[in-house]
């Protein structure tokens, strides 16, 4: 019998009961991204960018010039207060082009087709006015496509991703490395730019798939093995390093590195978001909420799903949604667990897991911690069954909805139910009240 949480028909908490379904692609739908308050591009293994509106559904343009699959996207919004605002979006593909397309027209800007290497990630600096592409190689290029600078040749691996860090920094994940790449502008007065490799961080043991920007003091790092490592961003020296709880070979003065699970095939950190205050993992099929104040795990849900979590986000107001290869997307909502005075809450992450003997000492720390920590649990608050295979990724969109995208070849907008039969009540009365129908009886 499955561990995981279910939720009967009744989701008083749930608000998406209604959906529309985005048709349109040809294989798997792997990005969505966000243009403005109502619009938002999608794209996947067809090589084809669809541009939708949030709102309504509709399908507003179908940009085609890719000839393989898409391998990174991002919005590229002009930042030319004397111009009227352009909402651009890039695209990178496994045939080695990278396109600038225009949201507005729905026309290609720009293609470029000189990387020696599938382009896998794509970022904005917009404070620098420049992009980036990390592949085989790190090439910074202006608003215009032209190329910068770029490095020498990293890895055939090449770099999975990239954040931008203070001081004209950047840290890409290239296998199991943290390499942290600084720009530099050119002496000359030009617009020219050199970028330099900085520092190598090798602490990880293994790939690391997902990366994250706390803040401008903080970012987190997560591994293929569970590592989750928090590093200040503007020394790149870990803040929280913690490892082998359940290793009674570790002295207990060696600051070690957090490690979530013990099973290698179930602790992929898969994807990492953040608010100032927690960091969120989705790692296997679980969801661990980490304080990043504390320096330890406040609440999990080591069965969120069936299969693994694939994307997961925080909303406002204490809700987490995630989404998973199980087909499913769900609401949790982060709640402060009643505690009895007669329970002991188990210190670190592996004793609170059930990993690790207590002691004596853990027992009395417990106690302690009992008095001044308050504990935390994830409620499944909402289950959105919908899509027939793995969901990618989703956006929020406030009172707009939710856009899920999946393998199933399918886009699905998930909207608030009472929000939209209010919205149609309204029209409804609109129009009546334009074509005289609608008089008021005394």
Not at 141 to 147: P, S
Not at 335 to 345: C, D, F, I, S, Y
Request: proline share 2%.
């Amino acid at each position: 019998k499955s561990s995981v949480q279910t939720i009967g028909e009744e989701q008083i908490q749930n608000p998406y009961t209604e959906l529309l379904v985005l048709k349109g692609h040809q294989d798997i739908v792997r990005f969505l991204v966000q243009i403005d308050d109502c619009r938002f591009a999608s794209a996947g293994d067809d090589g084809i960018i669809f541009l939708w509106n949030a709102q309504t559904g509709e399908k507003l343009f179908e940009l085609h010039g890719h000839t393989h699959k898409i391998t990174a996207i991002a919005p590229f919004s002009s930042s030319d207060a004397s111009e009227e605002k352009k909402h651009l979006i890039l695209t990178a593909s496994a045939d080695r082009t990278v396109i600038v397309w225009d949201c507005t027209s729905g026309r290609q800007v720009q293609k470029v087709s000189c990387f020696h290497s599938t382009v896998k990630c794509l970022t904005v600096l917009q404070r620098l006015d420049v992009w980036l592409s990390g592949g085989s190689d790190l090439c910074v290029w202006n608003r215009k496509l032209d190329l910068l600078c770029k490095t020498s040749h990293l890895t055939d691996a090449g770099i999975s991703a990239l954040v931008e860090l203070p001081k004209n920094c950047v840290a890409a994940t290239v296998g199991k490395e943290l390499v942290i790449f600084r720009l530099i502008a050119s002496d000359d007065g030009s617009e020219g730019w050199n970028v330099l490799e900085v520092k190598r961080l090798v602490d990880h043991q293994d790939n690391i798939l997902s990366l994250v920007s706390v803040n401008d003091l903080t970012f987190v790092t997560g591994s293929h093995v569970g590592e989750l490592i928090v590093w200040d961003a503007v020394d790149w020296t870990k803040q929280a390093c913690e490892c082998n709880f359940w290793d009674s070979s570790v002295p207990p003065d060696v600051q070690p590195e957090i490690k979530l699970s013990q099973s290698p095939n179930e602790t992929s950190v898969q994807h990492l978001t953040s608010d100032e205050e927690c960091v969120f993992a989705a790692v296997g099929k679980g969801i661990y909420v980490y304080n990043l104040q504390m320096k330890r795990v406040i609440a999990c849900q080591r069965t969120a799903h069936d299969s693994s979590v694939l994307h997961i986000e925080k909303l406002p107001n204490r809700q987490l949604i995630s989404c998973s290869e199980d087909g499913s997307v769900r609401i949790w909502e982060l709640r402060e667990k009643q505690q009895l005075p007669a329970e002991l809450v188990p210190t670190g992450f592996f004793n609170m897991w059930g990993f690790g003997r207590a002691s004596k000492q853990a027992n009395q720390a417990a106690k302690k911690m009992q008095d001044n920590t308050p504990m935390y649990f994830l409620e499944l608050v909402g289950d959105l069954i919908g899509h027939s295979s793995a969901v990618q990724m989703f956006l929020y969109f406030g009172e707009l909805g939710l856009a899920t995208c999946s393998a199933d070849h399918l886009i699905i907008l998930w909207k608030d139910g009472e929000r939209e039969s209010r919205l149609r009540s309204l029209t409804l009365f609109q129009k009546l009240a334009q074509n005289g129908d609608f008089q008021l009886k005394f």
